[in-house]
């Protein structure tokens, strides 16, 4: 509203008609704000309500009004008078601090928050607990009761509980049970009484899935098999062909990149790097399937000759100084848009692993191999939403990531991962 409510006053200022170039003028600045905010992560939760963030929204606003008016085509015209621009350079960054003000001190409250309920075993509310922050998402505990499956709720207890739906203090109850089958009567029937009152009702496995965008491996156990969607994530055919067009695209982009920067890289090479440009190593795709890659070289030559193959860490002292320039700016991953062309790769998805490190966490990570169901990509869920992985810990979250992707994934969820890998390069996040 604040950005139409600028557009319409510049518009005025100008003296220009409404006419279809102030309706696309408003769909790209609202394209190019909407993109920057997604990058900069100023639409999440807890930067939204935080009031030492507002120099990063107005620092977007300035990213945002530099692209609108360097592309003049289709942005209105800039007046021979450009105090008028300042004006709407000034009028939005003022009315957003405003807004995000009252947003702050108003909307994001406690009063305001999601009210939620949890019934189920105390192991299990402990996990949904530990893993999610819910005042940090604007979430409120209003009570939680801990019974095992056969144990039902006493009458008082389960009497207050309906006087809060009735007040519609609720919105959403947590079912913490392993079996869902053994449910107690009338916890049973008060999720029966919730739905009627449209109550959000979550198992508390569902719960996590839904809020960390994950799928909780160890939690599941064997039953992980039952809640995978395979034949969506397999026969989506509309989704491929137009997943296999956005890997060209970003191939044929990615190569013409990689061919700029590729003169400039072999001089500092031969001063910073010596010895091989290009580095060649075989990976695990899809079908466990093992297929070359290659990446410009950023760790010493013969890295792995003394120790044997062992996993990429932080501060990787492997990794010459030159190649640490190369990573940050992710340069070093180049060369794999070859393997994305020819088809053995894909822009998003699994990161690709060696075979040594896969046939070890095959074993002591359940339904690991599922990650090798599609084309591994240079980037990915897991790369955007969890840091580098150096253990068993980091690589069950990580699979915890890729197999959400493999189920969810979409064209949407792909632009997401597109947008918040540019924001993990933009920030130098990750390794």
């Not at 350079?89 to 995000?100: C, D, E, G, K, S």
Request: glycine letters at 6%.
């Amino acid at each position: 509203l604040i950005g139409v409510t600028g557009i319409f006053l510049y518009f005025q200022l100008l003296d220009q008609p409404i006419d279809f170039i102030f309706y696309s003028s408003i769909g790209y600045f609202l394209l190019v704000n909407s993109i920057n905010n997604s990058i900069f992560k100023t639409y999440d939760i807890p930067v939204a309500s935080s009031a030492d963030k507002l120099n990063l929204v107005l620092f977007v606003y300035v990213v945002t009004f530099s692209i609108y008016f360097l592309t003049p085509t289709i942005s209105p015209k800039i007046p021979e008078n450009q105090l008028t621009v300042l004006y709407l350079v000034a009028f939005m960054p003022i009315a957003v601090t405003l807004w995000r003000f009252f947003y702050i001190a108003i909307i994001h409250q406690p009063v305001l928050y999601t009210n939620i309920l949890i019934f189920g075993r105390t192991n299990c509310i402990a996990f949904i607990k530990q893993h999610f922050d819910f005042e940090g998402h604007a979430y409120r505990v209003l009570g939680e009761k801990a019974t095992d499956e056969g144990s039902e709720i006493d009458d008082n207890t389960f009497a207050a509980l309906k006087k809060l739906v009735d007040k519609q203090s609720v919105n959403t109850v947590i079912l913490a049970y392993n079996n869902l089958g053994n449910i107690p009567g009338n916890v049973n029937e008060f999720v029966e009484y919730c739905s009627v009152k449209g109550v959000e009702i979550y198992n508390h496995l569902k719960f996590y899935e839904s809020v960390n965008y994950a799928i909780p491996i160890r939690e599941l156990g064997n039953n992980l098999y039952l809640s995978f969607p395979f034949t969506r994530t397999n026969y989506n055919l509309i989704y491929k062909g137009l997943h296999r067009i956005l890997d060209v695209f970003s191939s044929v982009v990615g190569l013409l990149f990689l061919g700029i920067i590729i003169p400039p890289v072999v001089i500092l090479n031969v001063f910073f790097n010596p010895g091989p440009l290009f580095f060649e190593q075989l990976r695990v795709g899809k079908g466990g399937i093992e297929i070359p890659i290659l990446k410009l070289r950023s760790m010493v030559v013969d890295a792995e000759k003394k120790t044997g193959a062992i996993m990429a860490q932080k501060n990787d002292a492997r990794v010459t100084q030159f190649g640490k320039i190369l990573r940050k700016f992710r340069f070093d991953e180049l060369p794999q848009f070859w393997a994305v062309l020819k088809g053995d790769m894909s822009l998003i998805g699994p990161r690709p692993e060696r075979k040594v490190f896969v046939d070890q966490l095959k074993g002591k990570i359940p339904a690991y191999d599922m990650r090798h169901m599609i084309k591994p990509g240079i980037t990915g869920w897991a790369q955007v939403k969890y840091k580098y992985g150096e253990n068993l810990e980091d690589s069950y979250r990580k699979l915890e990531y890729d197999l959400y992707y493999i189920k969810n994934r979409s064209i949407l969820m792909d632009i997401r991962i597109i947008v918040d890998t540019i924001n993990t390069v933009i920030f130098s996040r990750g390794q």
